[in-house]
């Protein structure tokens, strides 16, 4: 009964702190507790808990701040992704995660030391841009795909986000409209399949409120978050969530 307890509190406790994290990106949370959940429970209810929490997070954000939404940027993103979404969720019923779960985190941890050097010398982007190119277009595809394995595409659309969205609450803001909408494609296709089970519907009951909590303070802290700090900080949090993962 102890560790039940025991490990209940510690699963709330992921949920809290990573949800402070996504509400101040609107993109780490899901990454950073995905590891810690998985050892805690199943991949699995891992992956259907954090779905969830990712549409009621996102949804707190957008309410908030919808007018700030790129609506250009939020188009094109939704068509590239919507269609790796898919593949990625096809191949999760196939494919060796295991190996998936190795590659992935090495490739993070190299865009996320990339971006503090590129941060760090003082490089600008033209938030302006708007042009979607050939190398975006992949990006952004398997963004989608690896969102469809593990929920966790946000680090591949950061790497294009901060190249067009430079505005830290219209770049929150945009990502947390993304996970709306792909994460509730990925709800209606677990309904329908029947994936989810009365076991991990319990543990997405249990998690509801600690990710209130930890959005609420994620709010808060983002108000107190200076233009470069954040942008090192999303930097950071790719090179955390490489990490974790490889854990």
């Not at 939404?69 to 295991?98: C, D, E, H, V």
Request: overall charge positive; charged content about 10%.
């Amino acid at each position: 009964m102890d560790n039940i307890i025991i490990s209940i509190a510690i699963f709330c406790l992921v949920i809290i702190c990573s949800n402070i994290i996504q509400g101040i990106t609107g993109f780490a949370g899901t990454l950073i507790a995905m590891p810690f959940l998985i050892m805690l429970v199943d991949l699995e209810t891992a992956k259907q808990v954090l779905n969830l929490l990712g549409i009621l997070a996102s949804l707190m954000i957008v309410v908030k701040d919808y007018k700030l939404i790129k609506k250009k940027q939020l188009l094109i993103i939704l068509f590239w992704m919507t269609i790796g979404l898919i593949i990625g969720m096809i191949i999760y019923k196939i494919a060796p995660r295991r190996i998936l779960l190795i590659i992935f985190p090495l490739f993070v941890l190299a865009v996320g030391i990339k971006g503090i050097l590129k941060n760090n010398n003082g490089t600008t982007v033209d938030s302006n841009n708007d042009k979607t190119t050939i190398i975006d277009a992949l990006l952004l595809l398997f963004a989608g795909i690896i969102h469809g394995l593990f929920v966790a595409g946000g680090p591949l659309l950061v790497i294009y986000a901060t190249e067009k969205i430079m505005e830290k609450n219209s770049f929150r803001v945009t990502l947390s409209a993304v996970w709306i909408f792909l994460n509730s494609i990925m709800l209606i296709q677990a309904i329908t399949a029947n994936t989810i089970t009365v076991s991990i519907s319990k543990y997405m009951l249990i998690s509801i409120i600690p990710m209130f909590a930890g959005v609420i303070i994620g709010n808060y802290l983002l108000t107190k978050l200076s233009q470069r700090f954040f942008m090192k900080l999303s930097y950071t949090l790719l090179i955390l969530s490489g990490i974790s993962l490889l854990l």
